[in-house]
């Protein structure tokens, strides 16, 4: 800041008024000012001038007379503090050098019990160090030399003023950025419980309609079974060694449950045979055998109807293909059939195998290894083959 004496140093001592006695400019609202630099809606821009020097305060008002700034002054450090308390205060200016107490001091006190009360320190002499440290710290927003230049220190009042209106600004914006913050963690806390129970809701209805479908494709499965007591059980053996092999296979989600809903409802296209020809003893006649061999194109048009969750008809329709393309009903080869077909068809032989049917006893454990063995590559497909006898090696399946 300039260097330059007060214009009017001095004020007859009638004129000196104390913290208690705040005057007021022209108004609130001067025509000379831009809106914001003077208080709220409801309160003036007070500014608080503390020297124990009468003549400075007293230029200092003279100086601000025509502003719309309501004055207070305070003539020691002590006073101040009190008037800062007890008053809305948006500046308060005061003397470095004063009994007691120094403006350095004074404003380290201001700052730490109203922070936002912007500070300006008067100095009769340039001590640079004490100035720079007085700012990098933070205590003042400006060291104003005496004597000043009113002109200049006009300026600085109104920049700091404006400083002041900035920070409280900045508060209120923060504080509503805080509160919608709030709000937001509470509609998101409100949403997430929302969707928590829906989720919930919707897992359990899932669950009862899986819990139905299943019952009712049991049901199906019985129905064969009580047609043909000799595959009673059958159905769900094949769905759980074709189950366990598809799990081995890296078969997830809808595929393998897929592949385990067919394994059960794999012969419902039995359903339409009768009784006498399924526990028929010994050979078939031709006849007799095409009526049987019809039977996966009748599951696969039993089933076209019905929605489920699972891609089973095609697996359905395809369980007596073989790998080498000699089977019914399309005499699709190798991976031309559906993966989980392959499967089925593993599965079912070897339960065939494994269990006493109308025509013939179980094999041993052996002539099933045998069986399956020369079975890879023409009957069924050699990588299934290899996945059950692993399963079978591991005791996870058993003969
Ligand atoms: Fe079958």
Redesign the pocket.
């Known amino acids: 800041m300039t260097v330059t004496t007060p214009s009017q140093p001095g004020l007859p001592a009638g004129e000196s008024r104390s913290a208690d006695e705040g005057v007021r400019g022209r108004g609130r609202h001067s025509t000379f000012l831009p809106e914001e630099v003077v208080g709220s809606d409801d309160e003036p821009t007070t500014i608080l001038i503390v020297d124990d020097e009468t003549n400075v305060i007293a230029s200092l008002r003279r100086l601000l007379r025509h502003e719309p700034y309501r004055i207070l002054t305070a003539s020691e450090a002590g006073t101040a503090l009190e008037t800062i308390r007890k008053e809305s205060v948006q500046l308060v200016m005061c003397d470095q050098r004063m009994p007691g107490m120094s403006g350095t001091e004074l404003m380290q006190r201001v700052k730490l019990s109203r922070p936002e009360v912007v500070r300006i320190i008067f100095t009769g002499y340039l001590d640079m160090n004490a100035a720079v440290d007085a700012i990098n710290k933070g205590e003042v927003f400006r060291f104003v030399t005496k004597p000043w230049n009113d002109e200049e220190l006009r300026l600085v009042i109104r920049q700091a003023l404006e400083h002041h209106r900035l920070l409280r600004q900045n508060r209120e914006l923060l504080k509503q950025v805080n509160e919608q913050n709030r709000e937001l963690r509470q509609l998101n806390r409100e949403l997430e419980r929302r969707v928590g129970v829906r989720t919930r809701q919707i897992r359990q209805k899932s669950d009862e309609l899986r819990a139905s479908y299943f019952s009712t494709i049991q049901a199906l499965a019985a129905a064969v079974e009580v047609k043909d007591p000799y595959t009673r059980g059958h159905s769900e053996s094949v769905a759980r060694y074709a189950s366990l092999i598809a799990q081995a296979m890296d078969l997830t989600g809808h595929h393998l449950e897929g592949v385990r809903v067919a394994g059960i409802l ?2 419902i296209g039995k359903l339409v045979l009768d009784t006498a020809l399924l526990s028929k003893q010994g050979n078939l006649e031709p006849q007799e055998w095409q009526l049987v061999r019809e ?2 194109q009748v599951g696969a048009r039993i089933l076209a109807p019905a929605v489920l969750p699972w891609p089973i008809v095609p697996l359905v329709y395809h ?2 293909e073989r790998y080498d393309g000699t089977g019914y009903p399309e005499g699709l080869e190798g991976e031309a059939i559906p993966l989980g077909a392959r499967i089925l068809a593993v599965a ?1 032989a070897f339960d065939a195998m494994n269990s006493d049917r109308s025509y013939r006893t179980r094999l041993t454990p052996r002539q099933i290894l045998v069986e399956l063995e020369a079975g890879a590559g023409n009957l069924f497909d050699p990588d299934v083959v290899t996945v059950l006898l692993t399963l079978i090696k591991k005791n996870l399946i058993g003969l």
């Open positions: 794999h012969d039977h996966p369980h007596h079912d």
